[in-house]
């Protein structure tokens, strides 16, 4: 299987059915990707993709993300509160609220 860049892409297993798990599986890949962009981050490799780029607690999530147990996957809520809290953002990222405040309509 590959994906829309043509990059080859392990699912999570082989026969895993689409679930909320697969999701989670591939929300993982997701994020991997969109923080490392220009770089090939397949399931193989994205968590050391993504490391110096997000903190231990960052890549241990996409590392459970892309586990072949379902069950320790985290859940999108989990990503959304890690993400939202600015947890292992860059040091020169301009946090959320930060650049809304910039770009909002007056």
């Known amino acids: 299987m590959t994906d ?5 892409v392990r699912p999570p ?12 599986f591939k929300l993982g ?5 969109i923080l490392v962009p220009g770089r ?3 399931s193989d490799v994205a968590a ?11 890549v241990n999530l996409v590392r459970a993300s892309l ?3 379902p069950r320790v ?23 959320l609220d930060d650049w809304r405040d910039r770009n909002s309509a007056s």
Not at 29 to 33: E, K, P, S, Y
């Open 73 to 95: 996957r985290p859940a999108a809520l989990v990503w959304y509160r890690y993400l939202r809290s600015g947890a292992g953002s860059h040091p020169t990222t301009v946090p």
């Open 48 to 58: 050391d993709a993504v490391d110096g780029v997000l903190d231990r607690t960052g």
């Open 13 to 24: 297993r082989r026969y895993e059915p689409q679930s909320i798990s697969s999701d989670l």
């Open 40 to 42: 090939v981050a397949t």
């Open 4 to 8: 829309a860049a043509g990059v080859a």
């Open 29 to 33: 890949l997701f994020i991997a990707r």
């Open 67 to 69: 586990a072949d147990d």
